[in-house]
């Protein structure tokens, strides 16, 4: 069974930083683009970033850009997100997601980890 578990989301202030991390079992990470999506209240869900399988290329959504990272590290079956510079839009459930395709979709979903941006 395909288990992705999120971890590291919470509160934090404005202009503060976060580190979400994903941890995976069941599955190889090996060969999977690896990414993250957001979701907030009353909105639909919004590709945050992703990581090809190799981590040599990364794709980061606009309104993150320049303030978020991610990584990864296949041997640990692993992905994170550092998120900087927080404010109160990047408010929403994160959710990590394996084996995306394009921005839109992927074959696994984790459950969400909830990150609230205080002003």
């Known amino acids: 069974q395909v288990q992705l578990v999120e971890s590291g989301g919470g509160l934090a202030q404005a202009g503060g930083f976060l580190r979400l991390s994903c941890a995976t079992s069941?599955?190889?990470?090996?060969?999977?683009?690896m990414g993250w999506f957001r979701q907030a209240p009353g909105k639909a869900r919004e590709f945050v970033a992703s990581?090809?399988?190799?981590?040599?290329?990364?794709d980061i959504a606009d309104s993150v850009k320049g303030r978020f990272t991610i990584s990864r590290d296949n041997a640990k079956n692993t992905v994170s997100l550092q998120m900087r510079s927080l404010n109160s839009e990047d408010t929403a459930v994160y959710y990590c997601?394996?084996?995306?395709?394009?921005?839109?979709?992927?074959?696994?979903w984790g459950q969400g980890t909830q990150v609230t941006v205080s002003s």
């Open positions: 997601a394996a084996g995306l395709s394009g921005r839109s979709t992927a074959a696994y």
């Open positions: 069941g599955l190889s990470l090996r060969g999977y683009r």
């Open positions: 990581i090809s399988s190799s981590g040599a290329y990364t």
